[in-house]
């Protein structure tokens, strides 16, 4: 072989598990809340996590196929052509009825995941993987902080119902008006309608948990809009000093990019938080 003449590599080609959609129900006017179900339902794995979540396949604009079964394809084959993937978390799971129901947030015609999750009906199919996931409450603490936008909030909601007993759960979500509000039983919420106050996503949310009366210690679960992330790390891990290991913080996405983008540079985002609090110092 000269060397000039390169092998044609393959990638790995993993398979996910398809599901067919059974009912889509707005629940808020920017919320879809998607139903699936498939006889492979049966061998998913018991949901360990409230915050457990999918990477759900699409097929990219102008793709000659409508349901991507894998995500990997030959290194020769067409960038254009290989699907794309969105991580959602799974609001919930029933193994007898092989039914697995996601939130979506939906608002406009841009981006691939909201538009597709606004028009699905009955009978379309789509591949995901996973899950993944690592937080649920524990009662370690007797106090858990929850805060996060519309990205979020089917996590909260899911660790709510989970929340063991006698854990105080300090609760704060922010979504664009009162209308995208949803019930979360058992539990106070300081509800932050952004559209109302006229700030950038996350602002109004770190500024409020800011000024919460919180206990000496506590667990969090604290993720949405990555700028709010970055104000809430530097609160919770500086100023308070809050042990990182008691603490699931991350930013679910970042204002201006699309997913595959936040995700290429979350890295160096996160990097950059942690010499701004002296991780590794």
Do not use: C
């Not at 991580?87 to 799971?93: H, L, P």
């Not at 989970?162 to 008006?177: K, S």
């Not at 809009?225 to 603490?247: P, Q």
């Amino acid at each position: 072989m000269s060397a000039t003449e390169q092998p044609v590599r393959q990638r790995r080609k993993r398979q996910g598990r398809t599901v067919e959609v059974v009912a889509n129900e707005r629940i808020t006017p920017e919320m879809a809340r998607l139903t699936f179900t498939a006889p492979e339902l049966a061998e998913f794995p018991e949901l360990e996590f409230t915050d457990h979540y999918v990477k759900l396949l699409f097929p990219p604009p102008g793709a000659d196929y409508a349901v991507a079964e894998t995500l990997q394809h030959t290194e020769d084959e067409d960038l254009d052509q290989r699907p794309v993937t969105r991580t959602y978390t799974i609001r919930s799971f029933d193994r007898g009825a092989r039914q697995l129901v996601m939130d979506f947030v939906v608002h406009g015609t841009e981006g691939i995941a909201g538009p597709w999750a606004a028009a699905a009906q009955p009978g379309e199919k789509i591949t995901f993987y996973g899950p993944g996931g690592g937080f649920a409450p524990s009662d370690e603490l007797p106090d858990l902080l929850l805060a996060g936008d519309e990205s979020a909030l089917p996590a909260i909601a899911a660790a709510v119902e989970a929340l063991p007993p006698g854990v105080r759960a300090h609760t704060f979500v922010e979504v664009n008006t009162a209308a995208e509000e949803l019930p979360l039983p058992g539990v106070e919420v300081t509800w932050l309608h952004r559209k109302d106050l006229g700030t950038p996503p996350g602002v109004a949310l770190a500024q409020a948990v800011r000024a919460a009366d919180l206990p000496e210690q506590f667990t969090a679960f604290v993720h949405g809009n990555a700028e709010m992330i970055r104000d809430l790390r530097m609160y919770l891990f500086v100023e308070r000093g809050l042990d990182r290991k008691k603490v699931s913080i991350s930013g679910y996405w970042r204002t201006g990019m699309t997913e595959d983008l936040w995700q290429s540079t979350k890295r160096e985002f996160v990097e950059s938080m942690d010499a701004a609090e002296g991780v590794g110092a």
